[in-house]
């Protein structure tokens, strides 16, 4: 009985494993971020019709009392499109309300696009942060950039933006080495290493598939060279706050990455939160 996190493979159907085969065959309901694309895999498999429930952030709040009543009973699996579930999805949210419900949680070890690539990278991995997906807007994209430069980051980025997202990278730090890999594990599988100007002019129009960028780390953790601009700063703050960061949090995050004395960013950081109630 319970919550099972079953990871799924990136693209390369072999890289599935013998523990996450049997859990998906045994489990009487499968809840996945797109039932054709989880029954396209248990085919695969072999694993046989199965009862599924689509989990997406545009309906996890009305299905999640559904998933964890059928997880009191009996085992409950969760998938994602690809790689480890609560990667960039609701799923985290899946498993904070199974904990509140006292209702048992599992994640089986598997595949995590963002590991690969930062191994992938080659740059100093004994510290490094993932970021999911930088912001669409470009001048908020810009501050989070610049706001990262101080430790090894990893992104993921859709193909239909890339480029802009480059474009902002080498805006920000255009001698910074990136490392961007594009369709891991499958055939056409692409490792660029390089300036993002670099990067950007080694893909190939139309830009296709899954995408993972890793921008290095200042030298020892340092701060960028370049300062943020007031402009760029905001930005970086309004970003932050939408992710719903505490004061402290957003104050202590610029700090680290070299934009002033964490006091100071912190009543910045209050000026721009208007009249909204936060822990501390």
């Avoid at 805006?171 to 290493?193: S, W, Y």
């Avoid at 200042?218 to 905001?234: C, M, N």
């Avoid at 202590?252 to 721009?272: C, I, T």
Wanted: a negative charge; charged letters at 25%.
């Amino acid at each position: 009985m319970g919550l099972v996190f079953v990871p799924t493979p990136l693209g390369n159907l072999r890289d599935v494993t013998l523990r996450a085969v049997d859990v998906l065959r045994d489990a009487p309901l499968i809840v996945a971020e797109d039932s054709r694309v989880a029954r396209r895999l248990l085919n695969a498999l072999g694993v046989g019709t199965k009862e599924i429930w689509t989990y997406h952030e545009h309906n996890a709040s009305a299905t999640t009392a559904a998933i964890l009543a059928r997880a009191r009973a009996e085992t409950v699996a969760v998938v994602t499109d690809a790689g480890t579930p609560g990667i960039s999805d609701p799923g985290s949210a899946l498993v904070a309300a199974a904990r509140d419900a006292g209702v048992a949680v599992e994640v089986l070890p598997g595949p995590a696009a963002f590991v690969c690539a930062a191994v992938l990278s080659g740059f100093d991995l004994r510290r490094f942060v993932f970021a999911g997906f930088p912001p669409r807007a470009g001048g908020t994209r810009r501050a989070a950039f610049r706001a990262a430069l101080g430790e090894t980051t990893v992104w993921y980025e859709a193909p239909h933006r890339i480029r802009a997202a480059l474009a902002d990278l080498a805006a920000v730090a255009p001698e910074r080495r990136v490392f961007l890999v594009r369709e891991l594990t499958k055939l056409h599988e692409q490792q660029v290493l390089g300036t993002a100007a670099e990067v950007a002019a080694a893909l190939e129009e139309p830009v296709r598939g899954e995408i993972v960028l890793v921008v290095e780390g200042g030298p020892d953790g340092a701060p960028p060279a370049e300062p943020a601009t007031p402009a760029d700063l905001d930005a970086a703050i309004d970003g932050l706050l939408a992710e719903g960061l505490t004061t402290s949090a957003i104050a202590k995050r610029l700090a680290d990455a070299g934009h002033g004395e964490r006091r100071h960013l912190y009543a910045r950081v209050s000026d721009r939160r208007t009249g909204r109630a936060e822990p501390e």
